[in-house]
């Protein structure tokens, strides 16, 4: 029975009390179904429906009164202890910056890297925490009802850097005055996109899982070409732990796992098939020296015998002992240890304390996220914050062990802390989104249900592959 229009206008009313106008559909739902209840029970005790109608209404009170208690409860959730943890380690990490830059590069280092340095302290590190606090007060909602705006964004710059871009680093970098953008830090915002179009098909049922399926492989394959290995491995961790809770939770219906069962076996497949490349052939090499890299008859092994000589040679606190290795390799590449060797930089430098401090802290902020984002009752803000979640662990597991010296793929970035402009101001932007799906998450409603269709054409059941001739 729907609700009449008393119930309507009682709803209303409560609804005037509530500040918070993003939660009144909810508070307006949930108060016509209780009264509607109501209603319905005091109709079968034998009331005329006139008579039940208003002892719901005299049963929930002073519409007003209950508005204002409502009103107490209804607020947004600003989750401070998450904030100030972002906020703790992006301080951290404009302080590691200052620190390198005035201390330990040399005269000669500071005049080559001072503009990268001025743009890092002085541009990107104001931009990141602007995008941040945008990112937070900005409607999540926004990646369900408008899901191929970020994918088309990410198609555009990657047109835009391929037509228009500089080739440094085998890559094709977008240059827009003193700022190079840099294409392999785009890898942070593909699971993000996937998950806008990963949800729109949810509708669908169970063909909307196999499409979402074809689009994470469109992704992985713009990926190959785009960007990194850890871009791959990113993307495919984050998303394939999107798809199989989209299965555990029955997103998109049930007898869905046979589907991801063949997007595994298909994975495995192409894995195989793609060894027979030569960038993939290069790889496989690389992966078969990864626990002896000073084996590796390349040469590849270099860079990851470096930093296990620096771990081994570094103490609990204080700076490690002396290593004329890394002093060769400090004074060729002293950047690389401000970008993709932070950690282990920090552990031969100040010891082992720092560094497992700070991931420490990068592991609280994890915790604590997939802790709300289990609460979510919302299937977007459950997609949107273990997408993101997800993204952040994958970027901090290739971190540390390619710091630990497991080299297998360049790691993009480490949350909040490295150096590297772009990944920087997208890592602070994807925490803002994070923590607005935490703030408001609890008012955000699914209004379109699943649909499944009872006729279609071939279903699988039950073990059982079921072919329909009917309309």
């Known amino acids: 029975m729907n609700a009449s229009d008393p119930f309507k206008r009682y709803a209303e009313k409560v609804c005037e009390q509530i500040r918070w106008k993003k939660a009144h559909g909810v508070v307006a739902k949930e108060i016509e179904n209780h009264l509607i209840d109501q209603k319905n029970a005091y109709m079968d005790m034998g009331d005329p429906e006139s008579t039940a109608e208003e002892k719901a209404l005299l049963q929930m009170g002073d519409p007003v009164a209950v508005g204002a208690a409502l009103d107490n409860t209804h607020k947004p959730a600003p989750q401070w202890g998450m904030i100030g943890l972002v906020m703790v380690l992006f301080a951290i990490g404009a302080f590691i910056q200052f620190l390198f830059v005035n201390t330990i590069l040399t005269k000669e280092d500071f005049e080559v890297f001072s503009s990268i340095s001025a743009n890092t302290l002085f541009l990107f590190l104001p931009l990141s925490l602007a995008a941040f606090i945008g990112a937070y007060f900005l409607d999540f909602s926004f990646f369900g009802k408008h899901p191929y705006i970020l994918p088309a964004l990410l198609l555009f710059y990657e047109i835009l850097s391929q037509l228009f871009g500089t080739w440094a680093e085998g890559k094709m970098w977008l240059v827009v005055g003193p700022v190079a953008i840099s294409p392999i830090s785009f890898a942070i915002v593909f699971p993000l996109?996937?998950?806008?179009?990963?949800?729109?098909?949810?509708?669908?049922?169970?063909?909307?899982?196999?499409?979402?399926?074809?689009?994470?492989?469109?992704?992985?394959?713009?990926?190959?070409?785009?960007?990194?290995?850890?871009?791959?491995?990113?993307?495919?961790?984050?998303?394939?732990?999107?798809?199989?809770?989209?299965?555990?939770?029955?997103?998109?219906?049930?007898?869905?796992?046979?589907?991801?069962?063949?997007?595994?076996?298909?994975?495995?497949?192409?894995?195989?098939?793609?060894?027979?490349?030569?960038?993939?052939?290069?790889?496989?090499?690389?992966?078969?020296?990864?626990?002896?890299?000073?084996?590796?008859?390349?040469?590849?092994?270099?860079?990851?015998?470096?930093?296990?000589?620096?771990?081994?040679?570094?103490?609990?606190?204080?700076?490690?002992?002396?290593?004329?290795?890394?002093?060769?390799?400090?004074?060729?590449?002293?950047?690389?240890?401000?970008?993709?060797?932070?950690l282990t930089f920090l552990t031969y430098r100040y010891g082992w304390v720092v560094s497992m401090g700070l991931v420490l802290l990068l592991g609280v902020f994890l915790v604590l996220g997939f802790r709300k984002c289990l609460k979510q009752k919302s299937i977007l803000g459950q997609m949107v914050s273990l997408s993101i979640l997800c993204t952040f662990t994958a970027e901090v597991l290739i971190y540390i062990t390619t710091n630990l010296g497991f080299v297998y793929a360049a790691p993009i970035a480490l949350p909040f802390l490295s150096y590297g402009t772009t990944a920087l101001l997208l890592n602070m932007a994807l925490a803002g989104i994070l923590l607005s799906v935490f703030r408001t998450g609890e008012v955000y409603q699914d209004n379109e249900k699943p649909v499944f269709s009872e006729s279609k054409f071939i279903q699988w059941d039950d073990g059982k592959l079921i072919i329909s001739f009917k309309g």
């Open 193 to 342: 996109a996937f998950c806008g179009l990963f949800y729109q098909q949810r509708k669908k049922g169970r063909n909307g899982y196999f499409i979402g399926g074809i689009i994470a492989i469109v992704f992985c394959i713009l990926l190959q070409f785009f960007h990194t290995a850890g871009g791959i491995l990113m993307f495919g961790f984050s998303a394939g732990i999107l798809m199989i809770a989209a299965v555990k939770k029955e997103w998109f219906g049930k007898n869905t796992k046979t589907i991801l069962l063949f997007f595994v076996i298909a994975g495995i497949i192409g894995m195989v098939l793609l060894q027979f490349t030569p960038p993939v052939r290069y790889r496989l090499s690389k992966l078969a020296y990864i626990l002896h890299p000073e084996a590796d008859p390349t040469g590849a092994g270099y860079v990851p015998t470096i930093l296990r000589g620096m771990l081994e040679h570094s103490v609990f606190f204080g700076e490690g002992t002396p290593f004329l290795e890394w002093d060769i390799f400090y004074a060729v590449m002293p950047m690389d240890f401000r970008a993709d060797y932070l």
